[in-house]
């Protein structure tokens, strides 16, 4: 129903605020041992417990942008989702920015944004931006196109990319962790399966029509790395195998870098592997859960648990996010607002 996505919408805004802001003390360690992080969210969730404030990210600065734009605009428009990007960075540029994208929010101010697209085609020599920047904060775009159909969420999702990533492996990643919100949020809620959910992604992805060449890059190998749909084959092994699968061979077979091949698919695995309990971490939350798990892979925490936390709170809406998480993160209430937004345009009840 209309009113159960609503919690499901706000699950999602809700997951990729928590994710970064809990995962953010934790960026590049290179694993995080599991009694820290359940000390860590024990402490959170004790009431008499004062603990530093959880400031949240790059990664929330601009998903907060990519929603008010599409709130705004009521579409897309990537000039106001630029405008909206550089004014937050010039506001707040200590968010912990990825070190190059900053020159693309310099030459779009100098350029008084003439052409939107053109600062980012001409990041690394022209090869684009493989960050994962352009996924971490799509998932507005996937609730913005929750009744459209699957080709606009995709293209969406890869013109939200473009704005700073124009690497075929940066906006990939956004179609893909684009296309993993939606069919969390459109699965019916305890009954999603897995492998078939993947199966699902692989099938879309393996379906997308190659606007370029370069979009070989979705199975192929390159450069080193398998394409998304290379990992999302590894994903469905790990997620059959019966015996217990470390962490260190999910970092090791998937990454858990700043590129967005080595960290989208990994945030969907952490999704997937927290809808059972875990060895070694307490937390009875599937949601919560997902988002530690995120963490304790280590390397890239905030964006990582960040995307795995859009993906599980779209799947388990805002009754499976603990309460005690809004006492902790920053903007909690600016997230809720701009899933409600979000919600009422998609579902035109927006009148006064
Ligand atoms: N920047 C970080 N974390 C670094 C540590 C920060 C911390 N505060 C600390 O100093 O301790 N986190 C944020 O950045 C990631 C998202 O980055 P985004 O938006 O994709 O930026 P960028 O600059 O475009 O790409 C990131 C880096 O990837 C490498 N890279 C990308 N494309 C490349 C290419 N074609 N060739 C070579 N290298 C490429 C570069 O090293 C880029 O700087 C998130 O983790 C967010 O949380
Ligand atoms: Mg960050
Ligand atoms: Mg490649
Ligand atoms: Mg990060």
Redesign the pocket.
């Known amino acids: 129903s209309i009113e159960a996505l609503l919690g499901r919408f706000k699950g999602c805004m809700l997951g990729a605020l928590a994710g ?1 802001c809990l995962g ?1 003390p934790f ?1 590049m360690d290179s694993s995080v041992a599991l009694s820290v992080l359940n000390n860590y969210i024990n402490k959170l969730a004790d009431p008499k417990v004062r603990v530093p404030y959880k400031a949240f ?4 600065a601009m998903t907060q942008s990519v929603a008010q734009s599409l709130i705004d605009e009521k579409s897309f428009s990537e000039v106001d989702m630029a405008k909206k990007f550089v004014r937050a960075y010039y506001k707040e540029p200590r ?3 990825g070190a190059n994208i900053v020159n693309v929010f310099a030459a779009l101010k100098a350029t008084n944004f003439k052409d939107v697209w053109a600062p980012a085609a001409l990041q690394f020599d022209g090869s684009g931006s493989y960050g994962n920047g352009g996924a ?1 904060r799509v998932a507005p775009v996937a609730l913005f196109t929750a009744a459209a159909s699957t080709e606009e969420a995709i293209n969406m999702a890869r013109d939200s990319a473009l704005i700073t990533h124009s690497h075929a492996q940066g906006y990939n990643g956004a179609i893909l962790q684009c296309l993993a919100v939606r069919n969390a949020l459109l699965s019916p809620s305890s009954s999603l399966n897995p492998q078939e959910y993947v199966e699902g992604l692989i099938s879309t992805l393996s379906k997308m029509r190659n606007p370029r060449e370069e979009d070989q890059d979705l199975c192929s190998e390159g450069e080193g790395h398998g394409g998304f749909v290379d990992s999302l084959h590894v994903l469905q092994e790990l997620l059959g195998r019966s015996d217990q699968v470390t962490r260190e061979e999910v970092v090791e077979r998937l990454g858990n870098d700043v590129s967005a091949i080595n960290s989208v698919p990994t945030a969907i695995y952490a999704f997937l592997r927290a809808l059972q309990p875990i060895q070694g971490i307490e937390s009875d939350s599937e949601f919560l859960r997902s988002i530690v798990y995120a963490i304790s892979l280590g390397g890239d925490t ?2 990582i648990a ?1 995307m795995a936390g859009a993906i599980a709170g779209a799947y388990h809406g805002s009754q499976g996010v603990p309460e005690f998480l809004g006492r902790h993160c920053e903007a909690w209430e600016g997230a809720l607002q701009q899933a409600e937004e979000l919600h009422k345009i998609v579902y035109k009840n927006d009148k006064p």
């Open positions: 970064d953010a960026e990210t790059d990664d929330t968010r912990g920015y971490m905030d964006t960040s």
